[in-house]
């Protein structure tokens, strides 16, 4: 690759400030700037920070703008606004709403002759690549999503929101026993709560009642009633020094018969020490699709689903069949 | 999609017997025909058995040709020859050649206005794939390879060559410490022999000097001697009743750090019953994505890594994007 390829961040939570640091490790990237709906100047980035508002400025300076902002408020209206005036790269995650946010990206990026990508990070992303490779290889079958052990952000923030909770985490992790019973190839029936349990981490303000803390947790509908939950009361120190990272990874298992009623399983893992680095990485990587794509001549919206893999590395093709096929 | 795919099978091995079963499967495929170098009558095969000398009679009947010969000699004569007149899929595995098979096959189809998959299956295949993903997304980290536990033909021929071995099999198996330490994050420097161990099971014939079969296996220069292998004898009925498969596997592993200093690990794993059925079910799914890039004029030699995972399924995009992203 002869020219570098140059990133704007929209917005600066944890995703932008992985994102950030991520790019460091990307030869053929540069980052330009840092756009913010806070005011410029309270954000201690690297990169320049810029209002949201000067953004169209930046439109001769940038090739492909890396949307860091929230799937549930920030990327359904920053999306198809930005999509208009720049390439843009997201890690939409409200899977439900997928297909409208999907249709508001094309229109914006067709009519503008941008080229969008969406939904981009690990799931969705890397676990629906492998969902879809795994259930056209092997037609006759059943695939299983797990999740964890992972840092949930709403159940932590719903723990936080009791009564008697200092600080307090919220752990999701997957139930061995059911990740083999899945590997065993028996194709079991079971709903999330069945795959899943929910393990928190709590510092109790001074003389809180403990046992009423963890009843109303594990009374607490939807977010823990349904599913094995167990509550953990530490100290201070030790929540500041063990649950500070946000990690998370998961599972995507499929076990099927091929022809001949032969057995077989495919098993795609991610063990994530930190959720945003990670989901961040892929982001900036597929600033190289985007690039591929434009050069085609294609405009609108794309999902990792469309996008040939060589498309993602800086490697020619000669030498990705030469040294990785 | 509307029009049935129609296949030719050339060559009826395992992986050709494998393919024609495999067909069943996918409501969107049809089988016309098995072509082989062997006199056709004596193939017990469900689909047509024709000789290879007649092929071009068939141009008009076949879409795409599913290349099942072996990669040391039949796949290097047949594969260019043949995707002259049609557009072909093999799974080339001769790892050092794929470059050269590569032009000699992109070569013949471009000519010819053909559109040829070359190296299609798990590995070159699928662990290719990986390999490329977990490669582009995190550039700082080591990508390892284990093969197995996994029946060897190539090892399985050399032992019963060993005089006083009846019967024998050969299992490349991967060492569950070098995968801990891997998993580990501490990526280790490991060669091939570090990775794996090779496990044999041998009926000797009555009378043999079964001491002397153990050392000469055992000594077996660049086969057994640089690993740790392990030979067990067992009765004939124990050996057709539990080594009559042809199981496979192995995993791809990636640790790195991302940004910030996070550990992150990638892993994708195959535990195959029957490695010929999962590499021809992956073949017949491939046909797919032959028959999109022909719609899109594409004409010439690919290999998984050019090919996006939509192109492998059958539900159409929106499909995927609504239930699969
Ligand atoms: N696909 C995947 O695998 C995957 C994985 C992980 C996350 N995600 C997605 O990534 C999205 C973003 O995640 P995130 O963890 O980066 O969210 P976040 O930290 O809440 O940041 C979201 C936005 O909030 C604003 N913000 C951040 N810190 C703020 C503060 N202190 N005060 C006021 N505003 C602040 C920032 O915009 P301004 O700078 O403009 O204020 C930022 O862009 C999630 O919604 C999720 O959809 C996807
Ligand atoms: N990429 C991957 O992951 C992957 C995985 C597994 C295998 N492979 C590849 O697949 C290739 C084929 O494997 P395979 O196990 O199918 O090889 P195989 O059983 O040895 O068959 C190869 C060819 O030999 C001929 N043949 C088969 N049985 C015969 C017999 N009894 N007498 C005479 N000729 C016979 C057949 O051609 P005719 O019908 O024309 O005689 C057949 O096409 C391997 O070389 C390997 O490269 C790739």
New interface residues.
């Given amino acids: 690759m002869t020219n570098t390829i140059r990133l704007g961040l929209v917005g600066y939570g944890n995703i932008g400030k ?1 994102a950030e ?2 790019i ?3 030869p053929d990237m540069e980052g330009v700037a840092v756009f913010t709906r806070r005011n410029p100047e309270t954000l201690n980035s690297k990169l320049p920070a810029v209002s949201i508002d000067q953004i169209l400025e930046y439109k001769d300076q940038i090739d492909v703008l890396i949307l860091c902002g929230g799937s549930a408020t920030d990327l359904p209206e920053q999306g198809p606004s930005l999509a208009k005036h720049f390439s843009t790269i997201d890690s939409y995650d409200n ?1 439900g709403e ?2 409208s946010y ?1 249709s508001a990206i094309d229109a914006s990026a067709k009519e503008n002759g941008n080229t969008s990508v969406i ?1 981009v990070g690990w799931d ?1 992303g ?1 676990f ?2 492998n ?3 795994f ?6 079958g059943k695939t299983y999503t797990f999740w964890g052990k992972g840092l949930s952000q709403g159940h932590s923030d719903a723990i936080r929101r009791v009564a008697g909770v200092k600080k307090g985490v919220q752990y999701t992790v997957p139930i061995e026993e059911a990740l083999d019973e899945v590997r065993s190839g028996s194709q079991p029936s079971l709903s999330a709560k069945e795959q899943h349990e929910r393990v928190c981490y709590i510092v109790a303000e001074e003389n809180a009642d403990k046992e009423k803390i963890e009843q109303t947790i594990k009374t607490m509908p939807n977010y823990f009633e349904p599913y094995q939950t167990t509550v953990h009361f530490i100290d201070e120190e030790t929540f500041e020094n063990e649950h500070q ?1 946000m990690p998370h ?1 998961g599972f995507v298992i499929r076990t099927g018969e ?3 009623e ?13 959720n945003p ?2 989901t ?3 982001l900036v ?1 597929y600033a ?1 699709a985007v690039m591929k794509l434009k050069e085609e001549g294609k405009t609108g919206a794309f ?8 498309y ?4 020619t ?2 030498q ?3 040294d ?2």
């Fill in positions: 992985s640091a991520a460091e490790a990307f899977h997928i297909p999907f939904s969705p890397l629906s690549m969902r879809v490779l259930d056209s290889v092997l037609p006759s990272k990874g091929s022809a001949l032969n057995q077989q399983r495919m098993e795609f893992q991610l063990k994530l020490e930190s680095d990670f961040s990485s892929i990587t190289r999902s990792v689903l469309d996008i040939p893999l060589s993602l590395s800086d490697k093709p000669e990705l069949r030469k990785f096929l």
